[in-house]
């Protein structure tokens, strides 16, 4: 496009210098303006010879002028691309444009839809929300073909860019996994649309959202807050909205600003960094990406970011998973409904270092007490206490008496960290 733009410059300006020399040449000869009765005085033949020679070399220095200045203006162009970078972001249309001078990098909400119309109350709360849609763009990717969805999303107009998955296909799996064809297409998606966030319109940082999610009032606040922690930390691969123990009498609503450490990939809602998508993609599965996120050669001893309470809530009971822990445990998450300033906090604490020094701490001097001892006063305070697990079967029965999520994936349970479960 430069390239273009330079040779029109040029071929605008030679046009230009040779008409105005041209002209000046003509009006500047004697009698060279006639009267209405005064014929043009034919020029002397040995003047004409010098006069066309100082004419080209009148152009020629005016050339040289016009090529200087081009260069300049196009060695200032590139000094100010590199002293500012434009960070990509999407318009309805799913074209990449720039933030604004001055402006942090956007990240984009990547919404990934198939063929449920509810997509609405989803989009409604995220546009609700964000401070900014320059800084949080809402890109909603759309697989199965779904015409009703396709309309819903549509009716956004330019607040939202609709994206489309283009294979939609059935894809060739196990004759054992015949009953799991859309764990296999919902992965081929995700990648699919991460692919888009990250390598086509190269954003730096994406928070992924489901169709059948809900979010509060300071889920923008939160993201914002903990992205800096995750491009800090090493240690850290992601941030998730989601409690998975989330639920009403687990939580302590009144601390809705606690944050943790988890060693359990949450989902429902994350925030993830180009980089960790650059490790993921050669790898990616052909089906259950979750699942698969969790096991250790792809978590590698990292971590995530984890709320006290919820950020987002799932009303999504009809799935590919057939509304597995919808009706036990997913409807009753507590989706917080106040907003707490994150990024106006200190959240250092959350640093690896400092947190095991902090949390353990704070683990290992509460009192150990047995279930039946819980159980017999319920309804008092006693204030921080420890229950003692050993081995898998042991977790699973504590979990089950006192109604959390009782499945551990490989190895880890949920929301824990080193093992340790907070509710």
Not at 42 to 61: F, H, K, M, Y
């Amino acid at each position: 496009m430069l390239r273009k733009t330079s040779l029109a410059l040029g071929g605008a300006a030679l046009f230009l210098a040779w008409n105005g020399l041209l002209l000046l040449f003509l009006w500047s000869r004697p009698g060279s303006v006639p009267g209405p009765q005064s014929p043009r005085p034919a020029p002397e033949p040995r003047q004409l010879p010098a006069q066309l020679l100082q004419l080209a070399q009148d152009a020629e220095a005016e050339l040289r002028l016009q090529r200087d200045l081009l260069l300049q203006i196009q060695r200032l162009g590139r000094l100010r691309r590199q002293k500012t970078p434009k960070p990509p972001q999407i318009p309805a249309g799913g074209t990449p444009v720039p933030s604004a001078e001055g402006e942090p990098a956007a990240i984009p909400v990547l919404v990934l839809a198939c063929d449920r119309s509810s997509v609405r109350r989803c989009l409604d709360k995220i546009l609700r929300y964000r401070p900014s849609a320059r800084r949080f763009p809402v890109i909603v990717s759309q697989d199965c073909g779904h015409a009703e969805t396709a309309r819903v999303i549509a009716s956004y107009g330019p607040a939202v860019a609709h994206i489309r998955q283009p294979e939609l296909s059935d894809i060739a799996v196990p004759p054992e996994h015949r009953k799991f064809q859309g764990y296999y297409r919902i992965s081929r998606h995700y990648r699919w649309a991460l692919g888009q966030v990250f390598g086509t319109f190269r954003y730096r940082a994406a928070i992924v959202v489901e169709d059948d999610l809900e979010v509060a009032p300071d889920f923008f606040e939160y993201f914002q807050a903990v992205l800096p922690l995750l491009r800090g930390d090493p240690s850290l691969w992601c941030a998730s909205a989601w409690n998975d123990n989330g639920k009403e009498g687990l939580v302590d609503a009144g601390r809705a600003e606690l944050l943790y450490r988890t060693d359990f990939f949450p989902g429902l809602g994350w925030l993830l960094l180009a980089e960790l998508w650059e490790e993921l993609e050669p790898k990616w599965p052909p089906a259950f990406w979750d699942d698969w996120m969790r096991q250790p050669e792809q978590r590698r001893g990292r971590s995530c970011v984890r709320p006290e309470v919820s950020r987002t809530m799932t009303f999504g009971r009809k799935g590919v998973s057939h509304g597995q822990f919808f009706d036990q445990y997913l409807k009753f998450i507590k989706l917080n409904d106040r907003f707490v300033p994150f990024t106006q906090m200190d959240l250092s604490y959350l640093k690896k270092d400092e947190y095991e020094r902090f949390f353990l701490q704070q683990v290992y001097s509460a009192p150990e007490v047995k279930l039946e001892e819980l159980q017999k006063d319920s309804g008092k305070d006693l204030g921080p206490v420890r229950l003692q697990y050993r081995g898998r079967d042991s977790f699973k029965a504590l979990a089950k008496a006192l109604g959390l999520m009782d499945d551990l994936k490989s190895g880890v349970p949920r929301a824990g960290y080193r093992g340790i479960v907070s509710f």
